[in-house]
């Protein structure tokens, strides 16, 4: 069967916000993809059915002119549902952690997931036998526990703030070999760093700011993203480090972890091949 080729509606300089173009067509649910390639973003959509309406809106836009609102405002709540349709991982991952906490207010058999190599640290922390010794899902197991409502909320919002542009510009392939890698690598880390009593999603959530911040620094994609917020979240960790430095436990926070999936993410984003243009619209 014959894939229909995308249609190119805009190019436009990588520095150019399209976030009010692309919001319109998220809410009109018209399937769109933005590429960015050699300093150039490029607007495809994914058949020319509805090409005229937008490129009405192109030119309102270009004017500076307010793009008119659907004519049937949906709720936030339906908003919310085609959001998590059209990236499942991202939504799914999010019931992951959810079943997860809600497991673990009924059972205490996540405890010996924390407990079972705690014998093995510090005098263990240096023997890079040891860590293939335990595996890799004993490693990254930890990314799945939340500690409380607060942690896990915190958790959620970074998680669907940045793993929803990334499932729908990259892919969910990606998607999932970050979460995977940052995950691992930056449990490993904490493990090294304090030992196995930790838990917690931020080491992935920061591993994926890391990916976004490096790529659109690169022009290589544009998430619509402030470029400001690494380095805003570079600084909390610096603060909280030195912080926890002067009174040990102060934050609670597995700084390790968190350092580990940053590092893991913006190695990822550095090393990733280019995605060349294709002459087919890919799924979102």
């Known amino acids: ?14 520095s150019v916000d399209l976030s009010p173009v692309t919001r319109r067509l998220w809410a009109e649910k018209i399937p769109h993809r933005v590429l960015v390639e050699q300093g150039q973003q490029y607007l ?8 005229p309406l937008v490129q009405t809106w192109l030119q309102q836009w270009q004017d500076h002119q307010t793009l008119p609102e659907p004519e049937v405002s949906p709720s936030s709540s339906a908003l919310w549902f085609w959001s998590a349709l ?9 019931l992951v952690w ?7 207010s009924i059972s205490n058999d996540w405890q010996q997931w924390l407990t079972q190599h705690e014998s093995a640290w510090p005098h263990l922390r240096h023997d890079i036998a040891w860590y293939w010794h335990m595996g890799v899902w004993s490693l990254w197991r930890p990314t799945l526990l ?4 607060l942690h896990l909320l915190m958790n959620a919002f970074w998680w669907w703030i940045l793993a929803r542009p990334i499932e729908q510009m990259d892919g969910a392939k990606t998607l999932l070999v970050l979460v995977f890698a940052c995950g ?8 090294w760093y304090a030992g196995p009593l930790f838990g917690g999603a931020s080491g992935v959530t920061l591993g994926l700011l890391g990916w976004i911040a490096v790529r659109q620094y ?10 400001l917020l690494l380095p805003l979240m570079v600084g909390w960790l610096l603060l909280t480090l030195l912080i926890d430095h002067a009174l040990p436990g102060w934050s ?18 550095w090393l990733w091949p280019r995605k060349q243009p294709s002459n087919t619209f890919p799924n979102s």
């Open 146 to 149: 939340h500690f409380g409502a």
């Open 1 to 14: 069967m014959n894939v229909e080729a995308p249609i190119l509606a805009l190019v436009a300089d990588a």
């Open 218 to 227: 690169r022009r290589i994609q544009s998430y619509q993203l402030p470029s």
């Open 86 to 94: 059209a990236t499942p991982l991202t939504s799914a991952l999010l």
């Open 184 to 191: 691992l690598f930056g449990n490993l880390v904490q493990w």
């Open 252 to 269: 609670g926070s597995a700084h390790g972890a968190h350092i580990g999936g940053l590092l893991c993410g913006i190695g990822l984003a």
């Open 44 to 51: 495809y959509l994914a058949s020319d059915e509805h090409l």
């Open 98 to 104: 959810l079943g997860s906490f809600l497991w673990m």
